[in-house]
């Protein structure tokens, strides 16, 4: 669990047990009950990682609710975008193994993360990763609830695939920006765990895009 479960569920505990014994008993439940929410709402499962060459997998828990081809300083590059309700394990995993070559926080909106506006007006943190001469471009992005983003790793740092890395409060949604070589393995609808389900498989820069991958495996879901 992470430990931000554990500051918000004692807090309430504590009120509930304060307000039900200087008023009524039953006027603690609703603390108590808020208090189970957010043990269960931070939880955080180990996952089997994937360990085939070139899986990129999902940085976050939720469905799949866009599969687009967009334009990147340029160039033409794949974008899956995955929203997170407040039922989804919120923590964030990397997509791939390698390292952290940047990290941009971007202030902004808080609108709903459904709306394809917020891919580029939510406040939102964008981060870099190259590994096995591929780059990948992740984002947290906060939704109409989320509040808060937080991330660990810090430039330079070398990332395993699937590691933790860290959260998004409440309703929200991250994306995975990939380069236009990449056999994409999910579509709109699908429902991905974070660190476990394969959203895409990279080739080497070296290596033809259809070498020894046939674009109709998937990854578990």
Known sequence: MVRDGYFYALGLIVAGAMVGWFTRPAWAIVPMVLALFFLWF???????????????????????????????DGEKQARISIFL????????RSPIAGIVRDVRYQQGKFLNAMNPASAEENEQNVVRVEG???????????????????FHPKVGDRLQRGQRVGLIKFGSRTDVILGSTASLQVKVGDRVRGGASVLAYLQPMNEPANAGRSSSTKGAI
């Open 42 to 72: 931070f939880r955080d499962p180990e996952r089997a990682i994937p360990d085939a060459a070139g899986a990129v997998v999902s940085p976050a828990d939720g469905k799949v609710t866009d599969v687009s081809w967009v334009t990147v």
């Open 132 to 150: 096995n001469g591929q780059t990948v471009v992740f984002k947290q992005i906060a939704g109409l609830l989320a509040r808060r983003i937080v």
């Open 85 to 92: 309700s407040v039922f989804d394990v919120h923590v964030n």
